[in-house]
């Protein structure tokens, strides 16, 4: 299967702390995404990292991609309430087709 | 922000009716898609769509499901006779091209009773 998968399940954290969420996948890809998603609601693009990238930041996130390992991190720095979310990685083999992880639940505790 | 709109939000159906979801993907987008979420488990692939045909699928969008892009800017999921075990989440998402990020609605809650 190429799906990814997350861990931890689950994570919880103080405010302020930072989080970090891991993604290992098994197959070769061209690109991963990582996506948050609150409860019952759709799921936000957060950062796409293509095969030849190793890192790549937005904001307080921070992406990591090691195809050697086929794994992949997603680091939340000085995290808020507002944070609280799932977070996913996504893989793709072809392009069109991403497979989704069962995702790390994170919680921050104000 | 350009955003992928669905509706309907909620829609409750009686086993064996037609269910016809709704998506309107970012207009300047070629490639249109359609995932769902069973409650409590991953997000899985049904299909893409670009250039008016259907690109890939998986095993799950089998002769119960169609799409169809009916104007130059709805994308439509038809479940031709709906069973229990479809109820789930279904996200429609579009991106510019393959391979690039892919931006998903809100989704559509589908109760199957």
């Known amino acids: 299967s190429q799906q990814g998968e997350e861990d931890p399940q689950a994570l919880s954290i103080q405010e302020g702390e930072n989080a970090t969420m891991n993604c290992s996948y098994k197959t070769s890809i061209n690109n991963l995404q990582w996506y948050r998603q609150n409860s019952g609601r759709g799921l936000v693009h957060l950062i796409l990292?293509?095969?030849?990238?190793r890192e790549k930041h937005s904001g307080r996130l921070r992406v990591t991609l090691d195809t050697s390992k086929k794994s992949s991190s997603l680091l939340i720095t000085a995290s808020r309430a507002a944070d609280t979310a799932s977070y996913f990685c996504a893989t793709d083999l072809t392009g069109n087709q991403f497979y989704f992880g069962t995702g790390t639940s994170l919680t921050v505790i104000p | 922000e350009p955003e992928v709109t669905q509706t309907p939000s909620h829609q409750v159906t009686q086993m064996g009716q037609e269910v016809i979801l709704r998506c309107v993907p970012i207009s300047n987008h070629l490639y249109f898609y359609w995932y769902r979420q069973i409650l409590g488990q991953k997000v899985e692939f049904l299909v893409s769509?670009?250039?008016?045909?259907?690109?890939?699928k998986s095993e799950i969008f089998d002769d119960q499901f169609s799409v169809e892009r009916p104007d130059g800017s709805n994308f439509t999921l038809k479940i031709r006779s709906t069973k229990l075990e479809d109820s789930a989440m279904y996200f429609c998402?579009?991106?510019?091209?393959?391979?690039?990020?892919?931006?998903f609605g809100e989704g559509s809650w589908l109760t199957v009773v």
């Open positions: 990292i293509r095969s030849n990238e």
């Open positions: 998402a579009s991106s510019t091209f393959s391979g690039n990020t892919i931006y």
């Open positions: 769509f670009y250039n008016n045909e259907i690109s890939e």
